[in-house]
């Protein structure tokens, strides 16, 4: 599934300071049944957002009108647990296109990349600067420039650059997913495979 | 040079190295199911394009299924939709080893993939499943992928992977009384934290491991994910081999001798190097607990939950959890009231916990106000746990046996345990509400549970043990 281009994003952020932030969290599996990609974002952080009776939780980030944007900060190893892709599919859905945390879990971060939602990984140190100034002040802004690789504190000009791969960056920046590559070069899989050890 | 195991195995899988990128990896066996697969197969149907070795791609239901009356219709209509777009799928695409509800063969993936004899050594095997790392147990590079990986697969036999960083672990020694797989499963993460091994692959060493059963070697591999880690493997050997003659897609014959031949050379050199090499001794190991909302919060069941300045990472994150399960400081596990008890899941839902769960509550009896899942990962182990009279000594003891499937592990069918109810669960994942909203979740091994089950609170299943 292509996804929009992504080269430089400026925006607010919302701020989510928790470690350890499982893809159970992100999106609980009973919300999983469905045979289609659509309607993720409502579920987003579903028991972290919303009461057992579905009335929101004041207190929860997503409820709170003071914080809005396109970009996602969460505390260290966030992404963490269950491979389901739904987790980068409602981060999606739900509107951000960027998550910035100072350690990703693995399969989360591959996850994002191939569905077009860039996972921005800075120092321990710089993460608590985003976050301290979010919540100094909740217009903050921050920019994400893909091409730099660099993200941004506009407010005070502070700077971190982010590593990503060139081939991912290059499919990032063009909305490019990696099937679009494995089928153009299907005759060399057919030929590789007739080599396989067994 | 390719002298890890690890190496050996992923340098032959090599399609390509693309520059600056990932690797094309070659991928020898797929596994699916209901949750993952449907959003993969849209995407082959809206690219217009089919499924490139169909043969190599294997179909079972388990995450969404119902573990009792499994013969009447499935009542959640979303599950039952998934179930039905399987099948379906499974059927346009032309992939021939699907097995559904009913099927003997069905069950957990991680289960059903070894008992068949799919999972082997040498071979990539990669899943919609993040404890697709259990088969590495066979010596095999095995790992969780997300649903456009799977599309992946399905459409090119290939997934795109920068080659993760070496990891050893080695455990020598031998295990003390009670102490069983799972317990040093728990033990490595609890000293690596749950994001310890990111970007790692794992090779376990050492007598404990070699002198581990095949199911005891899947338990620990099949939990390597929960330390960040992309898999986990161990080296194949006899064990490995008599566990795999013989099976449905074993090879046989003239392919058994060639295949044995390559499997011998599957093994780590002496002189090879990792990023990062672990040591511990098995006798520090005892029977392991968690008492947090993550599987690196876990400890000697006879110790006292730790103060948030002895633990990794920051005090507000550690102080939520312990609020969520309802737990303080310095608070003892052992005698805390439990309500529930769930042994089952890919990471112990296999005969020989089924074993060591009765071989405890045997001449013993379920507490009265716990409630006790027993769900086995298969029908073939289902078929066991008869064949051994592991059942009788079950019942007699007042348990009763569901039938085989993910169960509580996700809790994604029916079996949910209730908001503050707390399940001691020898399943995979603490997670806040993993077994059902608000659920609170204690891992453990079979032994600790099967303690859990007979006395009603948390037990050192070593002071039950003759
Ligand atoms: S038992 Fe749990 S971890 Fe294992 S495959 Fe099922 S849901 Fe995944």
Same mark, same amino acid.
Do not use: C
């Given at each position: 599934m292509a996804y929009d281009s992504f080269n430089k994003l400026t925006s607010r952020a919302v701020p989510l300071p928790i470690e350890n932030v499982d893809t159970d969290q992100i999106i609980p599996a009973r919300f999983l049944k469905a045979t289609e990609r659509v309607g993720f974002g409502d579920n987003l952080f579903r028991d972290w957002r919303y009461h057992p009776d579905n009335t929101p939780k004041a207190d929860f980030v997503l409820n709170d009108p003071t914080y809005s944007g396109s970009i996602l900060v969460g505390g260290k190893n966030f992404g963490s647990g269950s491979s389901r892709e739904h987790a980068a599919w409602a981060i999606y859905d739900y509107g951000f296109r960027c998550v910035v945390s100072s350690f990703f879990a693995d399969i989360f971060r591959g996850n994002c990349l191939n569905i077009g939602v860039l996972p921005v990984q800075v120092s321990a140190g710089f993460l608590e600067k985003i976050f301290a100034a979010i919540f100094a002040d909740p217009h903050t802004e921050l920019e994400i420039n893909l091409p730099a690789q660099t993200i941004t504190l506009l407010a005070t000009g502070e700077q971190e650059s982010f590593d990503i791969n060139s081939y991912k960056k290059e499919n990032m920046? !063009? %909305? =490019? *997913? @990696?099937?679009?590559?494995?089928?153009?070069? #299907? $005759?060399?899989?057919? +030929? =590789?495979a007739k080599t396989l050890p067994l | 040079m390719s002298n890890t195991l690890f190496d050996k195995?992923?340098?032959?899988? /090599?399609?390509? #190295?693309? @520059?600056? %990128?990932? *690797? /094309?990896?070659f991928i020898d066996r797929h596994l699916i199911h209901e949750v993952t697969s449907p959003v993969a197969f849209l995407g082959l149907k809206n690219r217009g394009i089919g499924v490139l070795y169909p043969e190599r791609t294997f179909a079972t239901a388990d995450h969404n299924t119902?573990?009792? !009356?499994q013969h009447l219709p499935v009542q959640d209509p979303? $599950?039952?939709?998934?179930? #039905?777009?399987? +099948?379906e799928n499974t059927k346009t695409y032309g992939i021939k080893n699907y097995w559904g509800l009913g099927d003997y063969k069905n069950g957990i993936v991680h289960v059903i993939g070894p008992e068949f004899g799919i999972t082997q050594p040498g071979a990539t095997i990669v899943c919609g499943d993040s404890h697709t790392s259990t088969h590495g147990a066979f010596g095999a590079i095995a790992f969780g992928i997300g649903t456009s990986e799977v599309e992946m697969v399905l459409s090119s036999q290939c997934i795109m992977q920068p080659k993760p960083k070496s990891m050893r672990i080695t455990i020598n020694g031998s295990l003390g009384k009670g102490v069983v797989p799972k317990d040093v499963a728990l033990f490595i993460i609890s000293k690596l934290t749950t994001s310890g091994a990111t970007g790692y692959f794992v090779e376990y060493a050492g007598e404990v491991f070699e002198n581990? $059963?095949? +199911? %005891? &070697?899947m338990t620990v591999c099949n939990l390597s994910i929960e330390m960040g880690a992309r898999g986990g493997m161990i080296a194949p050997d006899q064990t490995t081999f008599d566990y795999v003659q013989g099976r449905e897609f074993s090879p046989k014959g003239a392919d058994w001798d060639r295949a044995m031949a390559y499997w011998k050379t599957l093994k780590t050199e002496p002189n090879a190097v990792f990023d990062k090499e672990l040591v511990f001794d098995g006798a520090e190991i005892e029977p392991m607990i968690t008492y947090g909302t993550n599987p690196g919060m876990g400890m000697g069941i006879s110790h006292h939950i730790p103060d948030a300045e002895q633990v990794e990472g920051g005090v507000a994150t550690y102080e939520k959890s312990l609020g969520y399960m309802g737990f303080n400081e310095g608070d003892a596990m052992i005698g805390k009231k439990i309500d529930y008890v769930f042994v089952g899941s890919c990471t112990n839902g296999r005969i020989e916990d089924f074993r060591a769960f009765a071989s405890l509550v045997k001449g013993k009896h379920k507490a009265n106000d716990v409630t006790v899942w027993l769900v086995p990962g298969s029908h073939v182990v289902e078929k066991q746990i008869r064949e051994e009279g592991i059942l009788d000594v079950l019942t007699e003891a007042g348990f009763t046996l569901r039938q085989p499937g993910c169960s509580a592990c996700l809790a994604m069918n029916d079996d949910k345990v209730p908001a503050g109810k707390i399940a001691v669960s020898t $399943? !995979? &994942?603490n997670f806040e509400g993993r077994q059902g909203p608000g659920a609170r979740t204690l891992l453990a091994s079979p032994l600790v549970a099967a303690a859990a089950a007979v006395t009603g609170v948390v037990t050192d299943p070593r002071t039950l043990l003759q």
């Open positions: 920046l !063009n %909305g =490019f *997913d @990696d099937i679009d590559y494995l089928i153009n070069i #299907k $005759s060399n899989i057919q +030929e =590789f | 195995v992923w340098d032959a899988h /090599v399609v390509r #190295k693309i @520059d600056g %990128g990932p *690797d /094309v990896l119902p573990t009792i !009356n979303l $599950s039952a939709n998934q179930l #039905k777009t399987l +099948e581990m $059963s095949m +199911e %005891g &070697r $399943s !995979n &994942r």
